[in-house]
């Protein structure tokens, strides 16, 4: 029997992951559902059950903190799915899931901490044969993979550039607190370089991309965050001259006004009352009204032969949670089915084969579209 522990399984993304996947499996496949709180554990595995028509889900309470509870109930799991931001948990859990034998993939923010706590482990995922996907999702998750979806239809790929926007209420979002802190540490790690004409140089705050997204998002000024992604990327195709992700503001109050000062509490060493004002800024300032809408475009230009290709790729859809519960589901899929991951840490957008990725996407809720178009006259 094959087993998939999802961790935080009552949180937003948790509950949201369960309940999409639980179709999917068969009957050598069970569903270990882990939380803190046993009353909303029971009722989304009765719920999972019920559609089922079978024992598919059982359920486990446990706080992450608490390892030796954490050994005894993943004992025997075959893939960890994080949903919940662990913060100073990742590396011991990473370090037991390791221990136990099992996989692991993350839909956690992309963090530097994150990162340096997996990376530490990532000669014993190789010794031991394990596979850890790090930074699934959607921002994390896709930007690389869109780039690698881009790459297979030319000879040569040399510019990927990704932008995305949310027009989202976060005012009906139950953020939890560890979810802000995880966005506060993403927050300053904010860095203005970019990759373009071949080499990492640092863009002007006054030269940001503007960008056309579709309605409702419309027009917007996009700034560059950086993904651990992208980097892996541009070193695995030595043809990008420029690639990039770039993401929309919340608004210029929140952009100019308010997270600089948050990042400022932060530096100060106020991390409590900064998170207090990132929670408020978010509830008060930075939800829009319907409709609502997220998007995510790859603009990506390459060669073919003599002629010079441009193409785009673009996924929208009008729940955050959905749009990074899908990708990750994906991903899923290519790992239960094979051929095997190999072992070692990876990025989700850098590992996934993008064919098959992009194509278990366009039947589900998301809204998918492409076009490759020649530039040659």
Same mark, same amino acid.
């Given at each position: 029997m094959m087993r998939i522990a999802i961790l935080g399984a009552v949180g937003n993304a948790g509950r949201l992951l369960a309940q999409q996947l639980a179709p999917e499996l068969d009957d050598r496949t069970e569903l270990l559902l882990v939380g803190r709180r046993e009353a909303p554990l029971d009722v989304l595995c009765e719920q999972i059950n019920h559609h089922a028509g079978r024992t598919l889900a059982h359920t486990a309470c446990a706080d992450f903190s608490d390892l030796p509870r954490?050994?005894?109930?993943?004992?025997?799991?075959?893939?960890? %799915?994080?949903? $919940? &931001?662990?913060?100073?948990?990742?590396?011991? =859990? &990473?370090? /037991?899931?390791?221990?136990?034998?099992?996989?692991? /993939?993350?839909? #956690?923010?992309?963090? !530097?901490? @994150?990162?340096?706590? /997996? #990376? &530490?482990?990532?000669?014993?995922? @190789?010794?031991?044969g394990r596979c850890f996907i790090t930074d699934g999702g959607f921002h994390p998750g896709l930007p690389a993979a869109m780039a690698r979806w881009a790459a297979n239809r030319v000879d040569a790929l040399t510019q990927a550039d990704i932008y995305a926007a949310l027009r989202i209420n976060w005012q009906a979002s139950t953020l939890s607190d560890s979810t802000l802190a995880e966005a506060l540490d993403e927050f300053s790690a904010f860095d203005m370089h970019i990759w373009a004409q071949g080499r990492r140089r640092r863009l002007n705050l006054f030269a940001l991309p503007t960008f056309t997204f579709a309605a409702p998002i419309g027009q917007q000024t996009c700034t560059p965050m950086p993904l651990g992604e992208m980097q892996a990327l541009i070193a695995a195709i030595p043809t990008l001259q420029r690639a990039n992700f770039y993401i929309a503001g919340f608004s210029p109050v929140c952009d100019w006004l308010l997270l600089p000062a948050i990042m400022m509490l932060t530096r100060c060493g106020a991390r409590t009352l900064a998170l207090r004002s990132l929670r408020h800024m978010l509830t008060h300032c930075a939800s829009s009204p319907p409709p609502h809408q997220?998007?995510?475009? /790859? #603009?990506?230009?390459?060669?073919?032969?003599?002629?010079? %290709?441009?193409?785009?790729?673009? =996924?929208?859809?009008?729940? !955050?949670?959905?749009?990074?519960?899908?990708?990750?589901? $994906?991903?899923?899929?290519?790992?239960?089915?094979? +051929? +095997?991951? !190999? +072992?070692?840490?990876?990025h989700q957008g850098m590992l996934v084969e993008p064919e098959r990725f992009f194509s278990d996407l366009r039947p589900t809720a998301l809204t998918l579209s492409s076009c490759v178009t020649s530039l040659t006259e």
């Amino acid at each position: 029997m094959m087993r998939i522990a999802i961790l935080g399984a009552v949180g937003n993304a948790g509950r949201l992951l369960a309940q999409q996947l639980a179709p999917e499996l068969d009957d050598r496949t069970e569903l270990l559902l882990v939380g803190r709180r046993e009353a909303p554990l029971d009722v989304l595995c009765e719920q999972i059950n019920h559609h089922a028509g079978r024992t598919l889900a059982h359920t486990a309470c446990a706080d992450f903190s608490d390892l030796p509870r954490m050994r005894t109930v993943l004992a025997g799991t075959q893939l960890v %799915v994080v949903t $919940a &931001a662990l913060g100073k948990h990742t590396a011991p =859990l &990473a370090a /037991l899931v390791l221990e136990i034998g099992a996989d692991w /993939l993350d839909i #956690m923010l992309s963090t !530097p901490a @994150k990162w340096q706590a /997996l #990376m &530490a482990l990532s000669p014993a995922m @190789k010794q031991q044969g394990r596979c850890f996907i790090t930074d699934g999702g959607f921002h994390p998750g896709l930007p690389a993979a869109m780039a690698r979806w881009a790459a297979n239809r030319v000879d040569a790929l040399t510019q990927a550039d990704i932008y995305a926007a949310l027009r989202i209420n976060w005012q009906a979002s139950t953020l939890s607190d560890s979810t802000l802190a995880e966005a506060l540490d993403e927050f300053s790690a904010f860095d203005m370089h970019i990759w373009a004409q071949g080499r990492r140089r640092r863009l002007n705050l006054f030269a940001l991309p503007t960008f056309t997204f579709a309605a409702p998002i419309g027009q917007q000024t996009c700034t560059p965050m950086p993904l651990g992604e992208m980097q892996a990327l541009i070193a695995a195709i030595p043809t990008l001259q420029r690639a990039n992700f770039y993401i929309a503001g919340f608004s210029p109050v929140c952009d100019w006004l308010l997270l600089p000062a948050i990042m400022m509490l932060t530096r100060c060493g106020a991390r409590t009352l900064a998170l207090r004002s990132l929670r408020h800024m978010l509830t008060h300032c930075a939800s829009s009204p319907p409709p609502h809408q997220l998007e995510i475009t /790859l #603009m990506a230009e390459g060669r073919v032969a003599r002629d010079n %290709v441009s193409m785009t790729l673009s =996924l929208c859809g009008s729940d !955050p949670y959905l749009m990074t519960v899908l990708p990750a589901i $994906a991903c899923i899929r290519q790992w239960l089915s094979g +051929p +095997p991951f !190999p +072992p070692g840490l990876h990025h989700q957008g850098m590992l996934v084969e993008p064919e098959r990725f992009f194509s278990d996407l366009r039947p589900t809720a998301l809204t998918l579209s492409s076009c490759v178009t020649s530039l040659t006259e």
